[in-house]
């Protein structure tokens, strides 16, 4: 079960069927797998536009575009963590984003950007199919 944000949940369902197919079917995957292990799966971002991104620094257009999410892991187990990302990453490295600082696919990206511990999970531009 995919769950969304308090306070923004209308938003974010109405938001999470406008983001790349590819996306969402990722992060249905995901939720499924991270549920089977007895967590949840909490949207906290998914569209933006350029002014938030400006305000939140972002370095890239993706949440714009529909190719990013952002997921609250603050009540994952550090295990788990390091396991969504070597599962995903390894699973999905064809539709993942390139990194401007390796130059390599890069899927998920678990930091702290000054709004608290969360993934960033980014695809590649590719075309809607």
Not at 35 to 57: A, Q
């Amino acid at each position: 079960m995919i769950l969304f944000k308090e306070g923004q949940e209308r938003k974010l369902k109405d938001e999470f069927y406008r983001i790349h197919p590819k996306l969402r079917n990722l992060l249905i995957e995901m939720a499924e797998w991270v549920n089977s292990k007895g967590c949840k799966f909490v949207i906290t971002d998914l569209l933006s536009e350029e002014l938030e991104d400006m305000k939140l620094k972002r370095v890239s257009k993706s949440h714009q575009e529909g190719r990013a999410a952002d997921i609250r892991v603050r009540d994952w187990p550090n295990q788990l963590k390091i396991d969504f990302e070597e599962r995903f990453e390894k699973r999905y490295s064809h539709i993942a984003a390139i990194s401007k600082k390796t130059g390599k696919p890069n899927l998920i990206e678990i930091h702290d950007n000054g709004n608290g511990i969360h993934t960033h999970i980014q695809i590649r531009n590719i075309t809607k199919d």
